[in-house]
């Protein structure tokens, strides 16, 4: 008959960390997937930072930018 100490011997008692690094990365692709959803879901850009990357991008002239700003 086998005892248990020879069962549950150095061979088996690290598989918890398997475990362990499985449900952190589980965690961590969660922790990713909603921090970049929530951060687009509840920020909508206002007109002026529009205008303001469109001018940053050199879609408009300035003067265009500073029209377009007053008729904000």
Do not use: C, D
Not at 2 to 7: G, K, R, T
Not at 26 to 41: A, K, P, Q
């Amino acid at each position: 008959m086998m005892h248990l100490e020879n069962m549950t011997g150095w061979g088996m008692g690290f598989w918890w960390i398997g475990g362990f690094v499985m449900m952190a990365l589980f965690i961590w692709i969660l922790f990713v997937l909603f921090r970049g959803t929530s951060e687009n879901r509840f920020h909508q850009e206002s007109p002026r930072e529009i205008l303001s990357k469109r001018f940053a991008r050199g879609e408009i002239s300035k003067e265009e930018y500073h029209s377009m700003l007053n008729n904000l």
